[in-house]
């Protein structure tokens, strides 16, 4: 399910307005074809149309030829820092730089067989700031990574202006810090960096929007520019030398480019992030105020990514990490072409004119279509270099299955030539390895089998990978102030595709029948998956109990009234679906008893919802409870609430219920 925008504007009834309602959909019927319908319908985008696309790409002639990466060439002052040089010195230097190294190796037919056959090998170390890290790849011959204690900003090869801009730009994260041991990089973006540079992938599951979301994007930005710039300086400059060439057979010393021009392709969630990610390039590109970048198309990308302070209510009050995450203009449903050369950028550039792409999952799954429709498109993400899919976790709340579509619809071999000149192509591409030489980052703020599964099963770099896999210590059970008793109890399912049935029938069976008593009234049953919730809603209704709804698609007014019969008792049960907690972050009032159908995907909501228990004063002889159901397919999750250490004794005890109880004794 796709985000609804939600700025609310007060409360009434014990229910907060929201200017941006999805509708309800039909209760009893409610199917996957249906969720992918309204997803569809949802917020239509007029930046996204392609007719307007198109329009842009004719109409915008002056700025086509300007961004053209096949008439224009290197200025003398611009480009790569050291390149006239490192022609001079035998391109000595060049074979050093990590973006040539990368991409100027030529895979033999026998590693790709063994790369597309093979398992991994991985092995672990331990890095100061990221802690433990496994590195695994198929050719065997990469050794484990070092963390560098300092960097030497030469060594990081870093394209004018590039190693001017950074420092200033980064200033603001440096300063923060007591004493910084490096002018250019916090510990962190050091590390992270120093594993983006050599091209492998990585996944970093410890992104907190609150904590350090804004000094990872930072350093992404640096990398992804940093390859763009070199890349475009290798075409330009190879420009100029085919201009000055005598005429003669086509020299294969050339071949500088991919099948389509499009090499980096980063995907968030909202436009807010997409419009930091500018500012950050904008600033990255500008030496200094005297020199500022021509930036095309800037007024209008301010109004539609931009965001006027005074649309936010200021009556809301919602958790610190809520503030974080939802910043700014929070549409999900954009995608935006953006062209750099030399000292200029162009936004809004055609897709097949551009050098990056910055997308939602939602505004790539509207462009690449689906099997049978007339109007889709996907050979731009034929020659992407490099991936970034920025808060991950964010995805698995909106629509995960559009992440996994355009998994699918990368680094294709195009279906039309798109106007490429094939002697200027490298031979990887050509050959259909470009999969291999794709540097994927992907940065979450969790672990999820979900997110590791695009690494472990659609990432195939040639360089490898590496995965920060720190496990929880203590977990968020720990934050819980109320006095609970937490009753945890397991399921036995035999594979993972049998446990949702499991739980379906380990909950009616044996479960529910103790919450059925009307002494065990306010029983809150909070639902992560969308489909478990129209299943338990459609098996209360045929029971006849006494319940309430709500879920991300529940208006406004039937939200009031459900919580206001749950707070008053009217209604025994209330089913609440994760997502609605995600968006919306209510205060749910009148919590006695509580049952976790599964446990949350973000683990603080697990101590958030235990903590709204004391948001009613029940007098102190308050009897309340909690119950958990937990299989072995949730040890993830589960150690994220109770901890590494009970989750490993909870999955190997012969007892399947487990007590924890928190809070102070009277």
Same mark, same amino acid.
């Given at each position: 399910?796709?985000?609804?925008?939600?700025?609310?504007?007060?409360?009434?009834?014990?229910?907060?307005?929201?200017?941006?309602?999805?509708?309800?959909?039909?209760?009893?019927?409610?199917?996957?074809?249906?969720?992918?319908?309204?997803?569809?319908?949802?917020?239509?985008?007029?930046?996204?149309?392609?007719?307007?696309?198109?329009?842009?790409?004719?109409?915008?002639?002056?700025?086509?030829?300007?961004?053209?990466?096949?008439t224009?060439?290197?200025?003398?002052?611009?480009?790569?820092?050291?390149?006239?040089?490192?022609?001079?010195?035998?391109?000595?230097?060049?074979?050093?730089?990590?973006?040539k190294?990368?991409?100027?190796?030529?895979?033999e037919?026998?590693?790709?067989?063994?790369?597309?056959?093979?398992?991994?090998?991985?092995?672990?170390?331990?890095?100061?700031?990221?802690?433990?890290?496994?590195?695994?790849?198929?050719?065997?011959k990469?050794?484990?990574?070092?963390?560098?204690?300092?960097?030497?900003?030469?060594?990081?090869?870093?394209?004018?202006?590039?190693?001017?801009?950074?420092?200033k730009? @980064?200033? $603001?994260? +440096? =300063?923060?810090?007591? &004493?910084?041991? #490096?002018?250019?990089?916090? !510990?962190?973006?050091?590390e992270?960096?120093?594993?983006?540079n050599?091209?492998?992938?990585?996944?970093?599951?410890?992104?907190?929007?609150?904590?350090?979301?804004?000094?990872?994007?930072?350093?992404?930005?640096?990398?992804?520019?940093?390859?763009?710039?070199?890349? @475009?300086? $290798?075409? +330009? =400059?190879?420009?100029a &030398?085919?201009? #000055?060439?005598?005429?003669? !057979?086509d020299?294969?010393?050339?071949?500088?480019?991919?099948?389509?021009?499009?090499?980096?392709?980063?995907?968030?969630?909202?436009?807010?992030?997409?419009?930091?990610?500018?500012?950050?390039?904008?600033?990255?590109?500008?030496?200094?105020?005297?020199?500022?970048?021509?930036?095309?198309?800037?007024?209008?990308?301010?109004?539609?990514?931009?965001?006027?302070?005074?649309?936010?209510?200021?009556?809301?009050?919602?958790?610190?990490?809520?503030?974080?995450?939802?910043?700014?203009?929070?549409?999900?449903?954009?995608?935006?072409?953006?062209?750099?050369?030399?000292?200029?950028?162009?936004?809004?550039?055609?897709?097949?004119?551009?050098?990056?792409?910055?997308?939602?999952?939602?505004?790539?799954?509207?462009?690449?279509?689906?099997?049978?429709?007339?109007?889709?498109?996907?050979?731009?993400?034929?020659?992407?270099?490099i991936?970034?899919?920025?808060?991950?976790?964010?995805?698995?709340?909106q629509?995960?299955?559009?992440?996994?579509?355009?998994?699918?619809?990368?680094?294709?071999?195009?279906?039309?030539?798109?106007?490429?000149?094939?002697?200027?192509?490298r031979?990887?591409?050509?050959?259909?390895?470009?999969?291999?030489?794709?540097?994927?980052?992907?940065?979450?703020?969790?672990?999820?089998?979900?997110?590791?599964?695009?690494?472990?099963?659609?990432?195939?770099?040639?360089?490898?990978?590496?995965?920060?896999?720190?496990?929880?210590?203590?977990?968020?059970?720990?934050?819980?102030?109320?006095?609970?008793?937490?009753v945890?109890?397991?399921?036995?399912?035999?594979?993972?595709?049998?446990?949702?049935?499991?739980?379906?029938?380990?909950?009616?069976?044996?479960?529910?029948?103790?919450?059925?008593?009307?002494?065990?009234?306010?029983?809150?049953?909070?639902?992560?998956?969308?489909?478990?919730?129209?299943?338990?809603?459609?098996?209360?209704?045929?029971?006849?109990?006494?319940?309430?709804?709500?879920?991300?698609?529940?208006?406004?007014?039937?939200?009031?009234?459900?919580?206001?019969?749950?707070?008053?008792?009217?209604?025994?049960?209330?089913?609440?679906?994760?997502?609605?907690?995600?968006?919306?972050?209510?205060?749910?009032?009148?919590?006695?008893?509580?049952?976790?159908?599964?446990?949350?995907?973000?683990?603080?909501?697990?101590?958030?919802?235990?903590?709204?228990?004391?948001?009613?004063?029940?007098?102190?002889?308050?009897?309340?409870?909690?119950?958990?159901?937990?299989?072995?397919?949730?040890?993830?999750?589960?150690?994220?609430?109770?901890?590494?250490?009970?989750?490993?004794?909870?999955?190997?005890?012969?007892?399947?219920v487990?007590?924890?109880?928190t809070?102070?004794?009277?």
């Amino acid at each position: 399910m796709d985000s609804e925008g939600s700025q609310e504007t007060g409360e009434a009834d014990g229910g907060e307005e929201d200017k941006n309602d999805v509708p309800e959909q039909e209760e009893a019927t409610d199917t996957a074809e249906q969720t992918l319908g309204q997803e569809q319908a949802d917020g239509a985008d007029t930046s996204c149309d392609p007719s307007r696309e198109v329009i842009e790409e004719f109409t915008d002639v002056k700025h086509e030829s300007e961004f053209s990466l096949e008439t224009n060439f290197m200025e003398e002052e611009s480009g790569d820092c050291n390149a006239d040089k490192r022609d001079s010195n035998s391109s000595q230097a060049f074979s050093e730089d990590p973006f040539k190294q990368h991409m100027d190796k030529e895979l033999e037919e026998k590693e790709v067989e063994k790369m597309s056959t093979l398992p991994k090998t991985s092995s672990q170390s331990k890095w100061p700031r990221l802690g433990q890290l496994t590195f695994s790849s198929t050719l065997e011959k990469h050794k484990t990574l070092k963390a560098d204690k300092e960097v030497d900003v030469k060594q990081l090869y870093l394209h004018k202006p590039l190693e001017s801009t950074w420092p200033k730009v @980064n200033k $603001q994260y +440096l =300063s923060s810090m007591n &004493k910084p041991s #490096d002018p250019f990089f916090t !510990p962190l973006q050091r590390e992270l960096f120093c594993i983006m540079n050599t091209y492998r992938d990585l996944f970093y599951p410890e992104r907190n929007a609150l904590t350090n979301g804004e000094e990872i994007q930072h350093a992404y930005c640096l990398h992804a520019l940093n390859h763009v710039l070199k890349a @475009n300086a $290798q075409v +330009l =400059s190879n420009n100029a &030398k085919r201009r #000055d060439q005598k005429p003669g !057979p086509d020299n294969d010393d050339y071949r500088d480019q991919g099948l389509t021009r499009p090499k980096v392709l980063m995907i968030v969630p909202f436009r807010e992030c997409a419009l930091r990610i500018v500012h950050i390039f904008i600033s990255l590109l500008e030496v200094n105020e005297k020199r500022k970048i021509d930036v095309s198309n800037k007024k209008r990308f301010k109004g539609e990514f931009g965001f006027d302070p005074e649309e936010k209510p200021p009556n809301l009050k919602r958790p610190e990490d809520y503030e974080a995450v939802f910043a700014g203009n929070i549409d999900d449903h954009f995608r935006i072409g953006v062209a750099i050369l030399q000292k200029s950028m162009r936004l809004y550039a055609p897709f097949y004119s551009s050098d990056i792409i910055i997308a939602s999952p939602l505004g790539m799954r509207t462009i690449i279509g689906a099997e049978g429709e007339k109007k889709r498109d996907f050979d731009f993400l034929s020659s992407i270099e490099i991936l970034i899919i920025d808060q991950a976790d964010i995805y698995l709340m909106q629509n995960w299955e559009h992440v996994l579509h355009l998994m699918k619809h990368i680094n294709l071999l195009p279906l039309e030539p798109h106007g490429v000149d094939f002697s200027r192509v490298r031979m990887l591409n050509l050959n259909n390895w470009s999969k291999y030489y794709r540097q994927t980052l992907l940065f979450s703020a969790l672990q999820d089998p979900q997110i590791n599964s695009i690494f472990n099963k659609h990432c195939f770099n040639y360089m490898g990978q590496v995965a920060v896999r720190n496990v929880p210590l203590s977990g968020s059970i720990s934050h819980v102030v109320v006095q609970l008793p937490h009753v945890f109890r397991r399921l036995e399912a035999e594979n993972i595709t049998s446990v949702i049935e499991t739980r379906f029938q380990f909950f009616i069976n044996k479960v529910l029948p103790e919450y059925r008593d009307a002494i065990m009234s306010h029983t809150l049953i909070y639902v992560p998956s969308y489909f478990d919730y129209v299943r338990l809603r459609n098996y209360f209704k045929k029971e006849d109990l006494n319940f309430t709804h709500i879920c991300e698609y529940t208006k406004k007014g039937g939200v009031c009234r459900a919580r206001r019969f749950f707070l008053k008792g009217e209604k025994q049960f209330l089913l609440l679906t994760e997502r609605f907690h995600f968006y919306k972050r209510y205060v749910i009032k009148g919590i006695r008893n509580l049952i976790f159908y599964e446990l949350p995907t973000y683990s603080h909501f697990y101590s958030e919802i235990c903590n709204m228990m004391k948001a009613t004063d029940n007098g102190a002889d308050a009897t309340w409870t909690c119950t958990v159901l937990y299989s072995k397919y949730d040890a993830q999750k589960l150690a994220a609430v109770v901890g590494i250490d009970r989750t490993a004794q909870m999955l190997q005890s012969k007892k399947d219920v487990h007590l924890f109880v928190t809070g102070e004794n009277e």
